[in-house]
């Protein structure tokens, strides 16, 4: 039988809250981080060539988007690159009666993405900041050329804009310059045309653009993320990738969280371009 990753473009805003959709036998839904969502796919598409009586539908959203899902009963699964927050735990609960479970299945190295063209090659987590604040507005304030810069971030349903405010901006507001894209690639493709910008967001799509080295401080080493430096936790934009279900993993469930933590699992993480757990 052939098999392949059904997409589907689903409406969670307009499902009911109160009468959670029940997924038909033999599918399963992931749904949740744009960040994860290749991931998600590939994970689908090698485990369905062992299962072909199993179809995955894998969507992206947002994590936001997919831990509300979650919290609704309209997926299964939720992939998220942010922790859920005590607020949606709470949901969850008052929904479902217990949860979330939280599973690690990967890690990523958040990427700082310039153009190609610009001559930087690393950046301080206080520069970071004052750039996404919008208390720097020229690449000169930061040894860079005479020119104003443009940022490009995520909008606020995404994990990866959510982790980067609390682990960059300590928490304060984007500038209102910073151009929300709906995806990461779209950030990767505005970066890629534009010499004067900057974004972020997984390393996994970080083609066509440079990845820049991280600086804890001023007196650091610049770091860049690559297996070693996410896995030791030396690059400061480290990050868990999380699958979160309703309660513990069973039946066909089970089967996907296990393959997905294997090795056969774990190496297309790296194939993908993020970095396995193990």
Known sequence: MQTKTTFLALATAAMSLAAPAIAQAGTVSI???DTMVVLGQRWAEEYMKKHPETTIQVTGGGSGTGISALIN?????????????DAEKAQLKEKAGAGPEEIIVAKDGLSVYLNDSNPLGELTMEQLKGIFTGKITNWKEVGGADAKIIPYSRENS????VFF?????????????????PGTAAVVNAVSK??????????AYAKGIKVIKVKKDA???GIAPSDV???NGTYPLSRPLFFYLRTKPAGEIKSI???????????VVLKVGYFPIK
């Open 31 to 33: 749904k949740g981080s």
């Open 73 to 85: 009963g309209t997926t299964e699964i939720c992939e998220a690159s942010r922790s859920m927050k």
């Open 158 to 161: 995404s994990g990866t804009y």
């Open 165 to 181: 405010k609390e682990h960059v901006l300590n928490n304060a507001d984007y500038t209102p310059r910073a151009q929300a894209m």
């Open 194 to 203: 534009e010499k004067n910008a900057i974004g972020y967001g997984g390393a």
């Open 219 to 221: 007196g650091s080493e």
């Open 229 to 231: 430096t996410v896995k």
């Open 257 to 267: 969280v296990d393959w997905v933590l294997s090795p056969e699992g774990q190496a």
